[in-house]
DNA sequence: GAATTACGCAACCAAATGGTTGCTTTACTT
DNA sequence: AAGTAAAGCAACCATTTGGTTGCGTAATTC
């Protein structure tokens, strides 16, 4: 079965979009773009210390990891925020979430007994 | 006011605990350890391909990040799961999510107009 | 068409990361 | 008390990461 591969796959996604997101350069990006404005480089690293080509390393970055797509527009490259990969992580980040209340309730009636 | 630096910290521990999750590796230690069920590091690191030293490693980025923590019991260290920093990632991204909905809607009722 | 703006590309650098090996220490077993 | 099992510690290494500077190129503006 290529569940198995799938998985894995499925993996390596999600660690792909959570190492993009382990930054705090990326995190001020993504909160920024995530107000659904598009915006250009250097639009986005004008109030950053950073310099214009380290925002756009992070940027890249994140676009790897599908967080942010890019669309060239006139000599201006333009950045926008996509939800998905994030929905997917915090679907993740559910599922785990809920075999953890699950085990703490079969924990406790086990107790109870 | 503390606000712009709470919201700092904040930042930086969520980027701390997203970059803990940012690996293969981790990711599949934490799948483990989410099923409630407490391992020592030679039991971590027994189905792994890699060292028991690099499994501790590992381990150690995960408590740093609060993810997991360590218990020494005997002559074994033994690895706990704890929910809550997922939990906060997950509220985290609820909230960028969120936002994104809103930001959708209102601009289909702006088109609708 | 000349100046300016926005960006890409490449080289370079320091520091962090992910991994290994070797050895010591601590605790359990017999 | 000797042997073994679990883990800590430290050094070392290659690669990646996060950042810079310098320069070339494409698109706008005047």
Same mark, same amino acid.
């Given at each position: 079965m290529s569940n198995k591969r799938r998985k894995q796959s499925t993996n390596k996604?999600?660690? =792909?979009v959570f190492a993009a997101l382990g /930054? @705090?350069?990326r995190l001020s990006l993504v909160s920024k773009l #995530? /107000?659904?404005q598009p915006r250009s480089i250097t639009l986005l690293s004008d109030d950053h210390k950073l310099t214009r080509q380290a925002i756009t390393k992070h940027l890249h970055v994140l676009e790897n990891a599908g967080?942010? @797509?890019c669309i060239r527009s006139g000599r201006e490259s333009i950045f926008q925020f996509d939800v998905q990969p994030l929905d997917? !992580? &915090?679907d993740y980040l559910a599922s785990v979430s809920d075999q953890w209340d699950q085990t !703490? #309730?079969? =924990? &406790? #009636?086990?107790v109870e007994d």
């Amino acid at each position: 079965m290529s569940n198995k591969r799938r998985k894995q796959s499925t993996n390596k996604r999600h660690a =792909l979009v959570f190492a993009a997101l382990g /930054d @705090q350069t990326r995190l001020s990006l993504v909160s920024k773009l #995530s /107000d659904g404005q598009p915006r250009s480089i250097t639009l986005l690293s004008d109030d950053h210390k950073l310099t214009r080509q380290a925002i756009t390393k992070h940027l890249h970055v994140l676009e790897n990891a599908g967080i942010v @797509q890019c669309i060239r527009s006139g000599r201006e490259s333009i950045f926008q925020f996509d939800v998905q990969p994030l929905d997917d !992580l &915090k679907d993740y980040l559910a599922s785990v979430s809920d075999q953890w209340d699950q085990t !703490l #309730s079969r =924990l &406790k #009636s086990f107790v109870e007994d």
